[in-house]
């Protein structure tokens, strides 16, 4: 199994920014895809940015410019550093990866942007 535990979220006013973290059970060099997901009250689930075993990363149309997605190994730690934060961008954020075919999540980080 694997245990991811997120954090870093809270409240910050537009224009602002944070930086998440997502600590992992397992040596990130067993796992493959690491991922931040985010979900609004109301709204699905939706991708945020992604990180693969090779360093490629990928981000939604919607963060890009503004979010980046990186790793730390040594530490199992995976960052979602989140400037020039919106007020859309509030939501739960959560962690997942996948290991021998099974996904796993975090249990989510609230980020609010508000004035």
């Known amino acids: 199994q694997v245990q991811l535990v997120e954090s870093g979220g809270g409240l910050v006013q537009p224009g602002g920014s944070l930086r998440l973290s997502c600590a992992a059970s397992?040596?990130?060099?067993?796992?493959?895809?690491m991922a931040w997901y985010r979900q609004a009250p109301g709204k699905q689930r939706e991708s945020v940015a992604s990180?693969?075993?090779?360093?490629?990363?990928d981000y939604a149309d919607f963060v890009k410019g503004r979010f980046t997605i990186s790793v730390d190994t040594a530490k199992s730690t995976v960052y979602l550093q989140m400037n020039s934060l919106k007020p859309e961008d509030t939501a739960v954020y959560y962690c997942?990866?996948?290991?021998?075919?099974?996904?796993?999540w975090g249990q989510g980080t609230q980020v609010t942007v508000s004035s």
């Open positions: 397992r040596s990130l060099f067993s796992l493959s895809t």
């Open positions: 997942r990866t996948n290991w021998r075919g099974v996904d796993y």
């Open positions: 990180i693969m075993s090779g360093g490629r990363t």
